[in-house]
């Protein structure tokens, strides 16, 4: 079954979660080298990014998965910080938040949940991202994976080639994106 393919609406502001440790919070290599839902490792560079503010804050749990504190013991000086950025223009990619798009990309559709309403893998999710790339298309745009009721908006964005890159147009602290 064909995916269902969209076009990203140009100028939008992604926000990609970023450890401030980070050197380079928009590069899309570590992805490549560690894999994550929509891409297995070595499977070509993608960027994970959050359509909104609501979906980075659902997003939030999951980056400090393992950190021996909670979003609400977080400063502004240790809390991550949120990095807006565009894409280059007229990106296409697999559809996998509409009710159509979901069904066509092999997933349930009560996505981000399976049929028995546990949470859907990455290994049911990386061969959706594979077809999506060999098809020639710049990423997949999903439901949000940490919201039970697949409430806000993802994209794993799969540069064109190393000169495409996203382009950093904001830098906000951890209270005026987490709190604010």
Do not use: K
Request: glycine content about 12%.
């Amino acid at each position: 079954m064909p995916l269902v393919v969209e076009r990203l609406a140009d100028g939008h502001t992604w926000w990609r979660i970023a450890d401030r440790s980070w050197d380079d919070p928009l590069d899309p290599g570590h992805a490549n080298r560690r894999g994550g839902r929509w891409n297995a490792p070595g499977d070509g560079p993608t960027l994970y990014l959050n359509a909104d503010l609501v979906t980075a804050r659902l997003n939030l749990r999951t980056f400090i998965a393992g950190w021996p504190y909670e979003p609400e013991d977080l400063r502004d000086d240790n809390g991550p910080l949120l990095i807006g950025a565009t894409l280059p223009r007229r990106q296409r990619v697999c559809d996998a938040h509409s009710a159509l798009g979901v069904v066509r990309a092999g997933l349930p559709p009560n996505y981000p949940r399976d049929e028995n309403g546990a949470p859907v893998g990455h290994a049911r999710c990386q061969p959706i991202g594979s077809r999506a790339r060999a098809a020639g298309l710049r990423g997949v745009h999903a439901r949000s994976a940490p919201s039970p009721d697949g409430a806000g908006r993802e994209l794993a964005w799969f540069p064109a080639g190393p000169r495409a890159r996203a382009r950093r147009v904001e830098t906000l602290s951890f209270v005026a994106w987490f709190w604010g």
